[in-house]
């Protein structure tokens, strides 16, 4: 073959998958925002893995600032946790105190402030010395796990209602039978913490935000969203039906069914309680064409599974809304 109809062929092949992968990107893209919303001072942190979600993408779209969130988690943190002293808490303090400890040591032996006498006063020194590696050990790998524990076709996305228990070996809590749910790392000290105590209660009102927020964004009913998620998580479902609306199409969900879900985080920041969960969920999803009504996406029959990560918010004594969504 002439090589430059070989090449013309491999530029017109390049073009055309180019052309097909825009066209697939772009109308998944119009059914799915990708991850959005705020999560208070953790916006910016990774979800603690779950037995239902190992990982959650990371937001990708927030009217949360990145310096907003810092301050958020700041000032969140539990008074509790503050160490006072003459040199505060962490490493820096220990290591000072540390210090001060060896120079008055080292005065009271009758050598001044500045050093250590004698064969005590090395033992003294070796142990001191020993004493702060630990504690920089301590310290940084507490600052690793700090970090690591920081970092469908429809935008939201049958007969088992379950929120998993901790053990994976130890089968399915029933969905509201009292035992509360906790994320796979949640034996790990500051990773993953129930701190607000999330109730079967609330367990009900987060899967029966997931139905209604489905039925509100089939119906393109903007009062209802408005009654179950944030201005913000609003405004991005807006974005989202503006698009499909636009195209000439619409996104039609029923059938929402909860089939695994865990409660990954929850946690306080001034008079706002925020609780992550881990769902999967299956449901029957299309999208008709506007004029016709003709499904020009999806299955009417076959039910669609998706797991995502939501995050909720009230204020203190309020109700829950939808503050997140993130993809997993």
């Known amino acids: 073959m002439n090589p430059s109809r070989t090449g013309r062929y491999t530029a017109l092949l390049a073009v055309m998958t180019l052309v097909f992968s825009t066209m697939v990107v772009d109308y998944a893209e119009a059914r799915r925002g990708g991850s959005f919303g705020s999560r208070g001072g953790r916006t910016y942190q990774s979800a603690p893995a779950t037995n239902t979600a190992p990982a959650a993408a990371p937001v990708q779209r927030s009217m949360t600032s990145p310096g907003q969130a810092s301050s958020a988690a700041a000032a969140a943190r539990p008074a509790a946790g503050q160490r006072s002293g003459l040199f505060g808490g962490g490493f820096g303090g220990a290591l000072m105190r540390g210090l001060l400890i060896g120079g008055l040591f080292g005065l009271?032996?009758?050598?001044?402030?500045?050093?250590?006498?004698?064969?005590?006063?090395?033992?003294?020194?070796?142990?001191?010395?020993?004493?702060?590696?630990?504690?920089?050990?301590?310290?940084?790998?507490?600052?690793?796990?700090?970090?690591?524990?920081?970092?469908?076709?429809?935008?939201?996305?049958?007969?088992?209602?379950a929120y998993t228990g901790q053990d994976p070996n130890a089968g399915r809590n029933a969905y509201g039978s009292g035992l509360g749910s906790r994320s796979?790392?949640?034996?790990?000290?500051?990773?993953?913490?129930?701190?607000?105590g999330v109730t079967p209660q609330d367990l009900g009102i987060f899967e029966s935000r997931l139905k209604a927020l489905q039925a509100a964004y089939s119906r393109e009913d903007y009062d209802a969203l408005e009654q179950i998620a944030t201005p913000e998580v609003v405004s991005y479902l807006s974005q989202e039906l503006a698009q499909n609306a636009a195209r000439g199409v619409r996104n039609e969900a029923r059938?929402?069914?909860?089939?695994?879900?865990?409660?990954?985080?929850?946690?306080?920041?001034?008079t706002r309680d925020?609780?992550?969960?881990?769902?999967?969920?299956?449901?029957?999803?299309?999208?008709?064409?506007?004029?016709?009504?003709?499904?020009?996406?999806?299955?009417?029959?076959?039910?669609?599974?998706?797991?995502?990560?939501?995050?909720?918010?009230?204020?203190?004594?309020?109700?829950?809304?939808?503050?997140a969504i993130q993809g997993s």
């Open 274 to 323: 925020y609780a992550t969960v881990a769902m999967r969920y299956g449901m029957i999803d299309v999208v008709r064409d506007r004029q016709s009504g003709r499904i020009v996406e999806g299955d009417e029959t076959n039910p669609v599974e998706s797991t995502e990560v939501w995050t909720f918010v009230r204020e203190r004594g309020g109700e829950w809304k939808l503050s």
């Open 108 to 161: 009271f032996m009758g050598s001044g402030f500045g050093g250590l006498a004698g064969m005590l006063g090395l033992l003294v020194q070796v142990a001191l010395i020993g004493l702060l590696v630990m504690l920089a050990v301590r310290f940084f790998r507490s600052r690793r796990n700090q970090t690591a524990a920081a970092g469908g076709p429809n935008p939201m996305n049958g007969n088992r209602n």
């Open 184 to 196: 796979a790392a949640a034996n790990k000290p500051g990773v993953g913490r129930d701190e607000i």
């Open 255 to 270: 059938d929402v069914e909860l089939l695994q879900g865990d409660v990954a985080e929850s946690w306080r920041e001034g």
